[in-house]
C-alpha cells in the first residue's frame, strides 16, 4: 500500500503550528482523511465537526486542514520514517541542554557556530548520493538540526518554524533548500560579523569532532572564524598548492584536516 507524508496545519485560538503524520493508504484522499482523523480526540458528530477545508475538534477548540500531502517513493520509505522517528525521540532534555550551551554564547560566538553547523549539514548533502542519504537523518545530521534551530531562534529572536517568511518556506523546502535559506538569511541579519570580500569561508581552526559536538561548544566556543579574500592567499601562510585549491574550491563544499592546523574549511560564498 502506498505511503504518503502529510503536514497538517493546527489552530489553536491564535496559534498555529504544523504536524507531520506517515500514512499508508490507497489513495492521497484517504491518506489526508486518515491523517486529519488521526489528529482528533472526538469522533465526527460528538465534538468534531468537518468546515473549512478541514475538521473542528473538541467543539470548535481546535481546527485541523492538510498544507501538503505527498506520495513517498518506495525506495525512500525506510529512511523517511527513520528520520521521523529520530526527530519525535529528541527528548526535551537534549533540547533543555542544547539551550543552556547555547545561552553561554555570545551573540557573535552563537552566530559563527550556526553558519557553521548549517555549512557542514550542507556539505554532505553535496556529496555522492549514497553518502548523502546515508547522512540525511543521521544521529549526527539530526543532532545537528536541532542545535542549528534553536540557535536560530536564539539569534532572529522568533521560532523561525512558525515564523511567516522561514515557515512557509520550509514547508515547501528540501533539507538543502533550508539549509541554504538560513544561512543566507542569517547573514542578511548580521552584516557586522561578514568580512568585506568576494569569496567566504566558515573555518574550524583546528581538527574537528562532531561526535563530542556539545562539548566542543562548551570548551572551544572561538574555535570558528570566517576567511576572506585575504586569509586564503600565500601571505597569510598557505603554500601555492593550498591557496590553489582554497582559491578553485566549489560553494558548499568543505576540506577537513587542511593544512599544517588541520583547519576544517567550507566554502559558504
Known amino acids: 500500500m502506498p505511503l504518503f507524508l502529510v503536514k497538517i496545519k493546527i489552530i489553536i485560538g491564535s496559534s498555529e503550528k504544523e504536524a507531520t503524520v506517515l500514512v499508508n493508504a490507497e489513495s492521497e484522499r484517504d491518506a489526508q482523511k486518515a491523517a486529519l482523523d488521526s489528529q482528533c480526540e472526538c469522533p465526527i458528530g460528538k465534538g468534531a465537526e468537518i468546515g473549512d477545508n478541514g475538521i473542528y475538534d473538541n467543539f470548535g477548540e481546535y481546527h485541523y486542514s492538510v498544507n501538503k500531502c505527498t506520495e ?40 559563527l557556530t550556526t553558519i557553521f553547523i548549517l555549512s557542514w549539514r550542507l556539505s554532505h548533502y553535496q556529496k555522492s548520493e549514497e553518502l548523502s542519504e546515508s547522512y540525511w537523518g543521521s544521529d549526527e545530521d539530526l543532532a545537528l538540526e536541532n542545535h542549528a534551530y534553536i540557535a536560530s531562534n536564539k539569534l532572529m529572536g522568533f521560532d523561525v518554524n512558525d515564523y511567516d ?19 543566507n538569511e542569517l ?23 562532531i561526535d563530542e559536538w556539545e562539548d566542543l561548544i562548551s570548551n572551544q566556543p572561538d574555535m570558528f572564524m570566517f576567511f576572506g579574500d585575504a586569509q586564503i592567499t600565500q601571505n597569510a601562510g598557505w603554500d601555492e598548492y593550498q591557496e590553489n585549491t582554497l582559491a578553485t574550491m566549489p560553494v558548499k563544499q568543505s576540506l577537513s584536516n587542511f593544512g599544517s592546523s588541520s583547519h576544517t574549511i567550507i566554502r559558504v560564498k
Open 72 to 111: 513517498i517513493a518506495t525506495e525512500h520509505a525506510d529512511a523517511v520514517k527513520r528520520y521521523l522517528s529520530c526527530i519525535d525521540s529528541l527528548s526535551l532534555k537534549n533540547k533543555d541542554k542544547t539551550s543552556e550551551l547555547i545561552d553561554r554564547l555570545t551573540k557573535e560566538q552563537l552566530f
Open 165 to 183: 517568511k522561514w515557515g512557509s518556506y520550509f514547508n515547501k523546502a528540501t533539507v538543502t533548500e533550508i539549509c541554504e535559506y538560513s544561512i
Open 187 to 209: 547573514i542578511k541579519a548580521f552584516p557586522e560579523y561578514i568580512p568585506d570580500s568576494n569569496k567566504l569561508f566558515i573555518v574550524a581552526c583546528e581538527a574537528l569532532c
